[in-house]
């Protein structure tokens, strides 16, 4: 249930049973790698090499507020409009 | 033409057609838009392809290469003002801003949007059913899966619902389903696509490409599609032009067949089918070797380490703020947040949050991430060292043929199992094609050819070549 919060994920009790035992063996397959010797191997940070991958930074237009909002459940003046954080 | 002819003409083929005045685009547009619009019209008793299909024909683009040819494209392209759902509830009624920069360039290029097409939730998934708009049927046997995700594009390919679709792969998504449905698929090198506008699963992975009826159809579609953009920093320049292939012949290219992916675990029908192609290559000039890919058995591990992770923290955008679904009456922000996640989001797409939240969470980071990052890096040195012996690898692209709708869904490992010889490549970023080869069961058999980085043009031109060869007949009973 830690997982589940740090996931920001509600979980109903008739879900919880499952996931626990298809996440225990999915766990256990994976821990397979475990077993290998990797040390002195670097993780790979990107498949492709590549450099300098960076643009001009020049400025550009950018979404219109009212279309950025219009997508948005709930809105007010001119912002996201949500719950408050304390109830 | 009569709807008959104009229906047998290859993407390619009708492209041409059109340039040359003996087909009209708006024609073409709709013999295939009444075929998709009856699909969706039809529910459960047809495929179930679609999520969004054009009421009319966009204003085509005189003289553009693709001619106005339409194209299906997966759920999860963002496509300005066309729902865009990547499959998923928690999205509900969201029409983008803006379009994906693969989508735009092919609309540039003459592409015509005909549909969105259903897939895994996320990409999340191997066999569609894990679809918020319900499981897409194998247009080969209604019974069975199209594979996944890509589902709803490689259905509707090989069941003639669309000339041509895009897709996405990850771990597998195009190329399984291409397998599973008897129709060629590609994931080309990571990076050479663009993934600006693509509703994101694992950014490292994650790679748009061509799902057709024939290989040249593939090309022809990836040509206007690869190149660099600048909202996606890690796409690159192409190298090179992608040309039409035309090999006849193999002579002197040398194929290797990793003992890791070819033995234990596949289908005998399916190995039967594969080494059948194999002789095919062998009598059009290529030389066949075993290679060895000694990390290839825990490529799946990796992957489902480092995929979950990579989706858990790109699924965190969705929590009711911006757009989608949002629960009813929250009490405070958290509340909102955990439940619009549980009611929006489906089984798979939850585990894999769960399995990836755990994987990157404190103290158990470099036990699941960290080592799953290491394995990646041996698994592109097997690659490097195997391309030091053979021009290309040839795999059968899945273990078994079309499986039967829910049989695998009590049981998360088995359905990911069907990912086992697609990963490698995708953690390694390089390019890889399915196409045909035969039939087990009754059901169709993908061939995989796999290439060093940027060998999108050998890997067309020798799957060309095997294509013309085999002479699979791509054609399911009509549905």
Redesign the interface.
């Given at each position: 249930m830690h997982?589940?919060q740090?996931?920001?994920?509600?979980?109903?009790e008739d879900?919880i049973e499952p996931?626990a035992r298809?996440?225990s063996?999915?766990?256990d397959?994976?821990?397979?790698?475990?077993e290998?010797n990797?040390e002195d191997?670097?993780?790979?940070?990107?498949?492709?090499d590549?450099t300098g991958?960076?643009?001009p930074d020049e400025p550009r237009e950018c979404?219109p507020r009212e279309?950025?909002l219009?997508?948005?459940?709930?809105v007010a003046e001119d912002g996201?409009l949500?719950?408050?954080?304390?109830? | 033409m009569s709807a008959t002819d104009v229906l047998a003409l290859s993407a390619a083929q009708a492209a041409d057609a059109i340039a040359a005045g003996s087909l009209s685009a708006g024609e073409l547009f709709e013999a295939y838009r009444s075929r998709a619009a009856d699909d969706r019209a039809a529910g459960d008793d047809g495929l179930n392809c679609f999520t969004w299909v054009a009421e009319q024909a966009p204003k085509g683009i005189a003289g553009a290469a693709l001619g106005g040819v339409p194209l299906a494209v997966k759920d999860l392209f963002c496509t300005k003002g066309v729902p865009s759902q990547s499959g998923s509830r928690i999205l509900e009624g969201y029409l983008p801003p803006y379009s994906a920069s693969v989508v735009r360039r092919l609309q540039d290029a003459g592409a015509s949007l005909l549909a969105k097409t259903n897939q895994d939730e996320f990409a999340m998934g191997s066999s569609n059913e894990n679809s918020g708009f319900g499981a897409v049927r194998n247009p080969w046997d209604r019974t069975r899966v199209p594979g996944g995700s890509s589902g709803g594009s490689a259905a509707a390919v090989a069941a003639g619902l669309a000339p041509w679709a895009l897709g996405t792969d990850t771990g597998g998504s195009i190329r399984q389903p291409a397998a599973l449905c008897g129709i060629v698929g590609m994931k080309p090198t990571y990076g050479s696509v663009s993934r600006y506008g693509m509703i994101a699963f694992a950014s490292s992975l994650d790679q748009a490409g061509p799902l057709t009826r024939d290989v040249r159809d593939a090309a022809l579609l990836l040509g206007h599609m690869v190149g660099q953009d600048p909202c996606d920093a890690t796409s690159l320049a192409f190298p090179e032009e992608i040309s039409l292939p035309s090999a006849e012949r193999l002579d002197g290219v040398r194929l290797g067949v990793p003992e890791e992916l070819t033995g234990e675990g596949i289908q005998a029908g399916v190995l039967d089918a594969f080494r059948a192609a194999l002789v095919q290559a062998e009598a059009l000039g290529a030389q066949i070797s075993q290679v060895r890919l000694p990390h290839a058995p825990h490529a799946l591990s990796a992957y489902y380490v480092i995929a979950p992770a990579e989706a858990s923290s790109n699924l965190a955008r969705f929590d009711g703020v911006r757009y989608g679904l949002r629960a009813d009456d929250p009490s405070d922000l958290l509340d909102m947040y955990t439940r619009t996640r549980h009611d929006g989001f489906g089984a798979e797409v939850k585990r894999r949050i769960m399995l990836g939240t755990y994987a990157l969470s404190s103290g158990y980071y470099d036990a699941y991430y960290g080592r799953a990052q290491r394995v990646r890096t041996k698994i592109s040195e097997d690659f490097r060292s195997a391309f030091d012996q053979v021009d290309l690898i040839v795999t059968p692209t899945a273990p078994s043929v079309a499986f039967k709708l829910g049989e695998k869904t009590a049981d998360p490992l088995a359905m990911y199992l069907n990912d086992f010889c697609t990963v490698p490549m995708s953690l390694a970023g390089i390019p890889a094609i399915s196409i045909p080869c035969g039939l087990a069961d009754g059901l169709p058999v993908g061939l995989q050819i796999a290439g060093p980085a940027f060998s999108e043009n050998r890997v067309l031109d020798a799957a060309y070549a095997l294509e013309q060869s085999i002479g699979f007949d791509g054609v399911p009973a009509r549905v």
């Open positions: 997982v589940a740090l996931a920001r994920l509600a979980l109903s879900e996931m298809e996440l063996a999915v766990l397959h994976v821990a397979k790698i475990g290998l990797l191997v670097a993780p790979t940070s990107h498949v492709v590549i991958a960076l643009r979404l279309v950025a219009a997508q948005a459940p709930a996201f949500v719950p408050s954080p304390q109830a | -």
